[in-house]
């Protein structure tokens, strides 16, 4: 397994609640990019509140870092909540969707990489496969670099999604 | 509606410029009796007034523009306003719903190009919502740190009719300013101050805004600790009295500089470390523990590490520490001081014949004073009027300060007038900036506005020859003014008094003779061309590089 750069460079988890109305997005990554913050992934989607939205971005920078990006997020009149969750005990999974060459002598090899992956085959050709997996990033980066000796056709990932476990279980 | 909702927050004057798109709002505004509409000649000169207006009243300022150019002619105010804190709500027309995203006449995205330098922006897409929304702008743009709020309303809501819903409160949940202080922090902050040998107040615009006058002068002499004033901060603290420091930075004291340098605790009020202040922050008043108070919480810890982070209203927070601090002198500190004061005097006139700009100031101080609200543009008429013109008084002081938007000058000095009609306003200009906005001198004398104008003529666009000269080998590129254009003709041409100084005899009558005048008089005063402002820290240098003043040779020239 090559080391991924996540595992270099130190990132951070910030996840925020935000009004789901149109431009809330741009609001958001508008003040990444013009201040100068450098995101690893991010990723939106609705949330159990009817209008509002949860949103998780990885940063990459350290504790200094993430404590600006924090209080500018918290200063857009559209973020309600903003949290860094990064030194908390958190799930986090992303969703990764990889086309790889295949054909009748590797078929059976990229199969037992999937299954000890707990992944999934969604589509075969003659020439490809689509697997499906999901997990932290370092677990789709290690799939992602074993998949890689066969040739990657294209890769789509989803961003990390994370969140707080309960405390008391 | 939108007239409805203007009066409701007690707006009584509107800076501005109509067109296609927001023709409807002016159509009815004859009926509202209460709104006094200025029509200003430049977008610009309306978001200027209206930040002017704001920094004079302490109340929003108001501009409307109209879709497409107009509104774009309104960004640099927009983001003056915005650097240096300042509520003002811009009502732009927009093309009707039917067109947005076709590239209509006059159509631009103007929520999109002002996202970065607006606190919020809203494009009004339902006419109901359309109370709710001013409400929510005046709410978003007054209170917290104040700032600038677009709100775009589209021609063919500006026509409709909806159900007008104005609400007396507004409920935000993602913007909630802190009301209250955070009591340890307050506890931590009385310590380092009870264990300080050297505390210095660094004041800024937050006093002037949160009208803290009075805790900031109540906790400086409870504990006998200086105040320093940032260039936004000048007005808030009386120059006169024995704790005041001047101003720090580039082109502030010496002394200033200093007094920070050697501090042992700077209790940092309402400011952001610019970096005209700090110059190379890694190396910025390394002996001091920091307090930093401010109501918005990124500008803790953004340029300096704060030991003491009080995320409060100045106001709140001063009156906190009036309470708890113990009181204490500073004898052995405020001797050190005088020594650096006398020793670093920075701010002493050369003796000559020629007319300096620094003369002219200091003459107008006299003359008034020092009791005019003064404007002014930016760059070196800025700093001297900043440096010798010093003020005991409230709030007199209107400058842009982090914009650093020349022409400023004119415009804003319109919107302070008329925010403070019985007050005497002097807008010190440079010949520079004046030329980008003088389009406004129409504007002042169609409202007879008793405006005086100081230009401080040098020909130059200085401070940039300023940095040519002394870190351009003298290389003037583009910065003298070949074709300008003779100034009292012009302001005749306005219908406006002028008088032209060239000697420094001139320079009192000439004042004085503008003072009594009843209405807007014009002053062109043709000064030294290439004098330079000292002390200078030089961009992202350190107090140590400070270059007191001229050199022997510069001297002789």
């Known amino acids: 397994m090559t080391t991924n750069d996540a595992n270099n460079s130190t990132t951070r988890t910030v996840t925020a609640l935000v009004n789901d109305k149109p431009g809330v997005l741009n609001r958001i990554t508008s003040m990444l990019r013009r201040r100068g913050f450098n995101i690893q992934s991010l990723a939106v989607g609705h949330s159990e509140v009817d209008h509002l939205s949860r949103l998780t971005v990885v940063v990459e920078g350290g504790d200094d870092i993430v404590e600006k990006i924090t209080k500018q997020l918290h200063k857009l009149i559209d973020i309600i909540k903003v949290n860094d969750i990064s030194d908390d005990n958190i799930v986090s999974r992303e969703l990764a969707l990889i086309k790889v060459n295949s054909d009748t002598k590797t078929r059976s090899e990229i199969m037992q990489i999937v299954a000890i992956y707990r992944a999934k085959i969604v589509d075969v050709s003659s020439s490809s496969i689509i697997i499906e997996a999901t997990g932290d990033d370092q677990k789709i980066q290690a799939l992602q670099d074993l998949l890689s000796s066969f040739g990657l056709i294209e890769v789509m990932r989803t961003g990390l999604i994370a969140m707080n476990r309960e405390k008391n279980k | ?557």
Not at chain 2, 54 to 62: I, N, P, S, Y
Not at chain 2, 260 to 279: E, H, K
Request: glycine share 8%.
């Open chain 2, 1 to 557: 509606m939108v007239c409805e909702s203007l009066i409701r927050e007690g707006v009584e004057h509107i800076f501005g410029i109509p067109g296609g798109a927001i023709l409807p709002l002016y159509q009815v505004l004859p009926e509202y009796k209460k709104l006094k509409h200025i029509l200003v000649r430049h977008e610009q000169g309306a978001a200027h007034a209206a930040d002017g207006y704001a920094r004079a009243t302490g109340k929003a300022g108001v501009a409307f523009a109209t879709s497409g150019p107009g509104t774009t002619n309104l960004v640099t105010g927009i983001m003056t306003a915005k650097m240096d804190s300042v509520p003002i709500v811009a009502i732009t027309g927009q093309v009707g719903r039917p067109v947005i995203g076709t590239d209509a006449f006059q159509e631009t995205d103007i929520t999109g190009i002002t996202l970065p330098i607006t606190k919020h922006n809203y494009l009004v897409m339902d006419i109901n919502d359309l109370g709710e929304t001013i409400k929510e702008a005046f709410h978003i743009a007054t209170t917290g740190r104040p700032g600038p709020v677009l709100v775009d309303i589209p021609k063919d809501i500006l026509q409709g009719n909806g159900v007008f819903n104005y609400p007396e409160n507004v409920n935000i949940p993602g913007y909630k300013p802190n009301t209250s202080v955070n009591q340890k922090q307050i506890k931590r902050a009385c310590e380092l101050i009870k264990k300080s040998k050297r505390p210095v107040l660094l004041a800024g615009h937050g006093i002037k805004i949160s009208k803290a006058y009075d805790e900031l002068l109540e906790l400086a002499e409870k504990c006998q600790i200086p105040v320093i004033n940032t260039l936004l901060g000048l007005s808030s603290f009386p120059a006169n009295h024995f704790l005041y420091c001047g101003w720090p930075g580039m082109h502030g004291m010496a002394y200033s500089n200093l007094i920070l340098d050697q501090s042992d605790l700077i209790i940092a009020v309402g400011m952001r470390f610019d970096d005209r202040i700090t110059g190379n922050p890694d190396k910025f008043a390394l002996g001091s523990k920091k307090i930093h108070i401010d109501i918005d919480a990124s500008e803790i810890g953004k340029i300096i590490h704060a030991d003491v982070p009080i995320v409060s209203d100045a106001k709140i927070a001063l009156s906190n520490l009036v309470k708890s601090v113990e009181e204490k002198t500073h004898v052995a500190w405020l001797n050190q001081i005088d020594r650096l004061k006398n020793n670093h005097p920075s701010l002493a006139l050369r003796d000559t014949e020629k007319l300096l700009p620094q003369f002219i100031i200091k003459e107008l101080h006299e003359l008034t004073n020092g009791d005019s609200i003064i404007v002014t543009g930016v760059g070196q008429h800025q700093m001297w009027a900043a440096q010798h013109y010093t003020f005991n008084d409230k709030n007199k002081m209107i400058t842009s300060g982090g914009a650093g938007a020349m022409g400023y000058e004119v415009p804003a000095a319109l919107g302070a007038q008329i925010g403070r009609p019985n007050e005497m306003v002097w807008s010190i200009a440079g010949d520079g900036g004046f030329q980008m906005t003088m389009s406004e001198l129409a504007t002042i004398s169609e409202n007879n506005l008793p405006i005086k104008f100081a230009i401080i003529n040098n020909g130059f666009l200085g401070m940039v020859r300023q940095w040519q000269e002394l870190f351009y080998e003298k290389s003037y590129v583009s910065t003298s003014y070949k074709g300008i254009p003779d100034f009292v003709k012009l302001a005749e041409a306005f219908d406006i008094y002028a008088l032209k100084v060239t000697d420094k005899t001139q320079v009192k009558p000439a004042i004085l003779d503008a003072i009594k005048h009843d209405g807007p008089v014009l002053i062109d005063f043709i000064v030294e061309s290439e004098e330079n402002v000292y002390p200078m820290i030089p961009s992202g240098a350190t107090v140590q590089d400070m270059m007191e003043e001229p050199s022997s040779q510069e001297i002789k020239k």
